[in-house]
């Protein structure tokens, strides 16, 4: 059982939990994708002549400025048609196989490449009879996604050898490969397959494909198969690479002539025009050069944020090895997904100081990936760049080579870091992103590489250490947390996606933590950063959007990273029982001041946002992510929006929006009854844009009693999920369990059972039975704490009642497990500074015995000064 958490999206959006029972259930994950984008969709029509490309590939193509030759100009070796029909070799029967030809056929106004137009078999591989393969392949048959995956490679090949500049801005050596067509791509345990995928010559995986592309024969339809299968594949790459910006979809449809630019962004999406490949076959290349050739921005990674290519095992005490719950991965290795910075077997790493062998993590790579295809992929991809079984390489003889990558440890002692909006193009292949390790790999292992990459604040250039915490999903604030250092110092970067109604509402979080600035156990802010794409221009999703339908108004985006300090544990990391009722006493206390001090309320109290902070002072409670705070209105009203997130809100809350939901549920409903009698052709699918609001604009009641009855089902969910200290997960929930009742995707639902909860004294005990035994200690806290809540919603409840609560309960706890971890966190902190003693000293003597060899192979082979000297300075 995978948890997906997400705070309620201004009104727009309402599903803030998602539940997988299957992982691996593509049809359930295609539902739940298109539920997440319902009438977040926008379609283009027919493009200008001012913008042949249209608006949306207008924008993401803009920083691709190289001029390309036309289509008809394109030549290819004839030997090289690796699939031809019978029209194509009666044309060129006379032609030997190094004779060049055009791609192109301008007066038929068709490719010298027998593209499939009639629908696939059974199989897809019934093509012998529209098909045959060239002399040099072996007699077989080939699916229609390995012809196209073979001719976009050709067409790759043509535009590198019509013009060298594009070899040389390549970024990777990339290549269209259809051999996940009909096997699960590894790198997520829900098995989709698609047709064809952009990469580097290593491993196919979500987290490292640039492009995906579907085919279809019939027309296309968003909310048909193909439509469905492309939001899942979006929903994958944007989740195994947090850092994208968008993730880019191809579709080709109606006998695969018309093709289809699908944009996923934290917007929703947008959908290009469609082009005939046949009759505008320059602006088609055009799209295949962009992606192919073009900087990484043009398939939506983002040039303020690099990762290190290769990486130095991390010698420094790991603090903060957790796995955050809204991305827990559904399997764990042995060694915690303690991996390397790369699949790729060619990459080297250096020493671990702390025993750990390159070998160790490189086999852990293999352990994390799917067995059944991570090497005979890598294998078949070495020497074959499509990746498909029936192809030649596509490099050989009249096809340039893309730049081989340079070796690691060729003029580098350190890791390989650099930015791309600071070096050239070709460089490039030294920091790129599709090779980069997966969030659900290096950041939470002891032996987590850092540093692993830069980020930008403006001018200011920070080094990632790690990843501490990604989101998950497509629309919403898609929050990356980065551990940074700057000048020796670490910081927190939280890149988001802010609702941008205005700036107030952007730098909301800004404005609040400045007017808490100093308020103990509150986030400091040390700066912040609108992000900006390469133009210069800020980094808004709505610049992708030609126009603005209804149901898409106020879902535009920002991008924004705040830098802030200091860095704590997450709240279920806890070590101590009396350190987990701590840290709740402490954020009780926070809320207090906010209120009480500053009249702020925090509005969102997760499971997530409660953290623990090791400081001198003692105090242990820390409550972050005050992006939906407010300043308090005399009638306690609010934009619904930051209201909370689902498994935590409060009775009250969640009752006046599941009113909500079903005005907005009824209202939809009636609107569709009446346009199904007027015209039912017309209805557009759910998925689509429309100009009715998902939701009116609406306000709810809320105040801190609100948010202290959200702190006790933090509380209650951790006792449930978890068995003991550090994050150590009880069991999966079962169908009946509270956990699973709290979160119901039916928000009236989950109010009446949270209601029941506090009503029914069965429920209550229903609580203590799902208990670990571990928290048996807490049960009384757990039912004095109900007692006075169960009344919240008439008579709310205040912080010295909870405050009270908790301090009594406290102070019955018995210090002894305190104790005990204390002095291990003590004798772990002595054997790592032993450690770390011992291995200067050895380096010491290492360096000492280096420093006086020369000159005792001088005394024994009468070598020169000169000649000792050099060999000092290589040693």
Not at 6 to 28: A, C, F, M, Q, Y
Not at 66 to 93: A, T, W, Y
Not at 283 to 299: D, K, M
Not at 515 to 542: F, N
Request: aromatic share 8%.
């Amino acid at each position: 059982m995978a948890f997906f958490f997400r705070t309620i999206d201004n009104g727009i959006k309402l599903l803030s939990l998602v539940s997988i029972p299957e992982v691996t259930d593509v049809h359930t994950m295609n539902k739940i994708t298109s539920d997440e984008l319902n009438r977040l969709v926008t379609h283009e029509g027919s493009p200008e002549a001012s913008q042949l490309l249209g608006h949306l590939l207008s924008e993401i193509f803009q920083p691709f400025t190289e001029p390309l030759p036309n289509v008809c100009d394109l030549k290819i070796p004839f030997g090289k048609i690796i699939h031809r029909n019978n029209h194509i070799n009666e044309k060129f029967s006379e032609t030997s196989p190094d004779t060049l030809v055009p791609l192109y056929d301008t007066e038929a106004k068709t490719w010298n490449w027998a593209l499939p137009v009639d629908p696939p078999g059974d199989d897809d591989s019934s093509l012998l009879g529209q098909v045959e393969l060239s002399e040099s392949n072996n007699p077989q048959e080939a699916t229609h996604k390995e012809i196209f995956a073979a001719f976009l490679n050709a067409l790759v090949g043509c535009f590198a050898a019509s013009q060298p500049k594009l070899v040389a801005m390549r970024f990777a050596t990339s290549s269209w490969s259809a051999a996940n067509a009909h096997k699960a791509l590894p790198g997520s345990d829900i098995k989709c397959k698609p047709d064809i995928v952009l990469s580097d010559n290593i491993s196919a995986k979500w987290g490292n494909i640039r492009v995906s592309a579907e085919l279809t024969h019939s027309r296309y339809q968003p909310a048909m198969r193909l439509g469905k299968a492309a939001d899942t594949h979006a929903y994958l790459m944007m989740s195994e690479q947090p850092w994208r910006r968008f993730a880019l979809i191809l579709s080709f449809t109606d006998e695969y002539r018309h093709l289809r630019v699908l944009m996923y962004d934290h917007s929703g999406g947008a959908v290009s025009p469609r082009f005939n490949i046949y009759t505008q076959p320059d602006i088609f290349s055009h799209i295949i050069a962009a992606i192919t050739f073009g900087s990484l921005e043009c398939v939506g990674y983002d040039p303020t944020v690099s990762f290190s290519r290769t990486v130095a095992v991390s010698q420094s005490k790991d603090i903060c090895v957790y796995r955050p719950i809204k991305n827990a991965s559904a399997r764990c290795t042995t060694t915690d997904n303690a991996v390397a910075a790369s699949t790729s077997d060619s990459l080297s790493f250096s020493e671990d100081p702390d025993g750990v062998s390159s070998n160790a993590l490189e086999s852990s790579i293999s352990d994390n990936s799917d067995e059944s295809s991570n090497d005979s992929t890598h294998d078949s991809m070495q020497g074959n760049p499509s990746g498909s079984p029936t192809h030649d390489s596509m490099d050989e003889g009249y096809f340039p080579a893309p730049p081989p990558p340079v070796h690691p440890t060729a003029t580098h002692s350190g890791p390989l870091v650099s930015l791309a909006s600071q070096v050239p193009q070709a460089e490039m292949t030294e920091s790129i992103y599709s090779v980069t390790p997966l969030p659900s790999q290096f950041p939470y292992s002891t032996q987590s590489p850092e540093p692993c990459g830069k980020i930008h604040i403006g001018q200011t250039i920070y080094t990632i250490k790690r990843i501490l915490f990604t989101s998950q999903g497509l629309v919403g604030r898609g929050t990356i947390c980065y551990l940074v250092t700057l000048d020796d110092e670490d910081c927190i970067i939280k890149d988001h996606w802010v609702v941008d109604k205005d700036d107030r509402v952007v730098l909301n979080e800004i404005k609040m933590l400045e007017l808490m600035d100093g308020v103990p156990g509150i986030p400091k802010l040390v700066d912040y950063w609108i992000v900006e794409r390469s133009d210069g221009m800020p980094d808004v999703t709505k610049k992708y959007r030609k126009k603005e339908c209804r149901s898409t108004q106020g879902t535009s985006r920002t991008h924004v990273r705040p830098v802030l300090k200091p860095c704590g544990r997450p709240l279920h990391m806890f070590r101590t029982l009396k350190e987990f009722v701590r840290a709740l006493r402490d954020i009780v206390k926070i809320q207090q001041t906010a209120v009480e001090e500053h009249q702020i309320l925090h509005q969102d109290c997760s499971l997530n946002n409660a953290m623990i902070l090791d400081d001198i002072s003692g105090r242990e409670g820390f409550l972050i992510d005050w992006e939906f705070a407010v300043c308090i209105a005399a009638d306690h009203k609010y934009p619904l929006g930051g209201t909370g997130t689902v498994p935590f809100m409060s009775r009250g809350l969640l009752n006046q929006v599941s009113v909500i939901q079903q005005e907005a549920e009824l209202e939809s409903q009636e609107k569709k009854a009446t346009r199904g009698r007027k015209s039912v052709e017309k209805l557009k699918t759910p998925k689509s844009s429309s100009d009715s609001k998902a939701l009116p604009v609406s306000y709810v009641l809320q105040t801190f009693s609100d948010d202290l009855e959200s702190l006790f089902f933090v509380f209650a969910w951790a006792c449930i999920k978890f068995c003991g200290p550090n994050s150590m997960v009880h069991k999966e929930c079962s169908p009946n369990s509270l956990l699973n009742q709290w979160t119901n995707l039916d928000l009236g639902s989950c109010a009446t059972f949270k209601i029941t909860f506090f009503a029914n004294p069965t429920d209550g005990k229903h609580l203590i039975d799902e208990f670990h035994p571990y928290f048996n200690p807490l049960i009384p806290l757990t039912i004095e704490w109900c007692r006075v809540l169960v009344d919240n919603m008439i008579h709310p409840v205040t912080f010295d009642t909870i405050l009270g609560v908790l301090n009594s309960h406290l102070d019955k706890l018995p210090d002894d497990e305190e104790l005990v971890s204390t002095v291990n966190m003590f004798m772990n902190d002595a054997v790592i500074l032993t450690c770390r003693v011992k291995g200067k000293q050895i380096a010491s003597e290492s360096f000492s015995v280096a420093a006086t060899t020369p000159k005792q192979q001088k005394s024994r082979h009468g070598d020169t000064e000169s000649d000792s000297s050099a060999s000092g300075s290589d040693t």
